[in-house]
């Protein structure tokens, strides 16, 4: 749905742009597309974003039985971490769940072990007699992780008021065990409440925020990346690098 959304107002701005300078479709040819790649770049838009537009315009254009063949941008590999959730806002989200013990626990458990949420999904009421769980992570790979004593602890006054229904699975909602689609929704409430950009506000977010805080705390990649369980180095050693904050904090102090 957000796919769509984006390549209809992908498509508006660039009718937009055309009915101002009086063209219509049949007019545009690269140069047409090259002025507007300039003028979207002059609006301060990112290379990535500029190039997600063009594959619409591209779009647009192959239904319209109009081609214009064209270069997208170079974009340069992202060395930055950015939009990762700092731990003062994680805390402020704990804060205004701390009457809704279910959804407390589901955010401690996210940030506290670094689940993705297909994962979370996962954990039974047995889970929670344990200092580990087995989690079945990406590729059909098991890995072990442990239990923080605070997230445990949440879990177990979560059981005291958790409904009998007719399922194993930890965390539930009126209908039965919780879909992807209601932990995204538990996420982005806390978030406006705690007034977290939009963009923060997604719960893999949480996962990228618990190797950024293992990672800033001197903990091995490998380790990382065993408890992540991650299949690639590469993807657990963007978590050594500076956030765009702290790089910037950085460059102050010179």
């Known amino acids: 749905m957000?796919?769509?959304?984006?390549?209809?107002?992908?498509?508006?701005?660039?009718?937009?742009?055309?009915?101002?300078?009086?063209?219509?479709?049949k007019d545009i040819d690269i140069e047409t597309i090259e002025k507007y790649k300039k003028y979207l770049l002059r609006n301060g838009l990112k290379a990535k974003t500029v190039n997600r537009k063009l594959t619409s315009i591209n779009q647009f254009l192959k239904f319209n039985n109009h081609q214009v063949k064209y270069k997208k941008l170079k974009e340069q590999?992202?060395?930055?971490?950015?939009?990762?959730?700092?731990?003062?806002?994680?805390?402020?989200?704990?804060?205004?769940?701390?009457?809704?013990?279910?959804?407390?626990?589901?955010?401690?458990?996210?940030f506290k072990m670094g689940l993705r949420v297909s994962e979370l999904l996962q954990l039974v009421v047995s889970d929670t007699k344990g200092n580990k769980v087995t989690i079945k992570g990406k590729g059909g790979k098991y890995r072990s992780i442990p239990v923080p004593k605070d997230v445990k602890k949440l879990?177990?006054?979560?059981?005291?008021?958790?409904?009998?229904?007719?399922?194993?699975?930890?965390?539930?909602?009126?209908?039965?065990?919780?879909?992807?689609?209601?932990?995204?929704?538990?996420i982005q409430k806390y978030s406006r409440k705690a007034k977290i950009k939009k963009e923060k506000a997604h719960p893999h977010n949480l996962r990228h925020s618990f190797c950024k805080a293992l990672a800033s705390s001197g903990v091995d990649?490998?380790?990382?990346?065993?408890?992540?369980?991650?299949?690639?180095?590469e993807t657990t050693r963007i978590y050594t690098r500076q956030t765009e904050k702290e790089l910037l904090n950085i460059m102050e102090m010179i």
């Open 77 to 110: 590999k992202q060395n930055i971490l950015n939009d990762v959730l700092e731990k003062e806002e994680i805390e402020k989200m704990i804060y205004y769940c701390k009457d809704n013990i279910r959804d407390k626990a589901i955010m401690l458990t996210l």
């Open 155 to 186: 879990w177990l006054e979560y059981l005291n008021i958790r409904k009998e229904v007719n399922t194993n699975k930890l965390f539930i909602g009126k209908r039965g065990a919780l879909k992807r689609q209601s932990i995204n929704k538990i």
């Open 2 to 25: 957000k796919t769509i959304e984006s390549y209809g107002s992908d498509i508006r701005q660039f009718i937009e742009y055309l009915d101002i300078r009086c063209l219509n479709i």
């Open 221 to 233: 990649t490998l380790i990382i990346a065993d408890l992540a369980g991650h299949g690639s180095l």
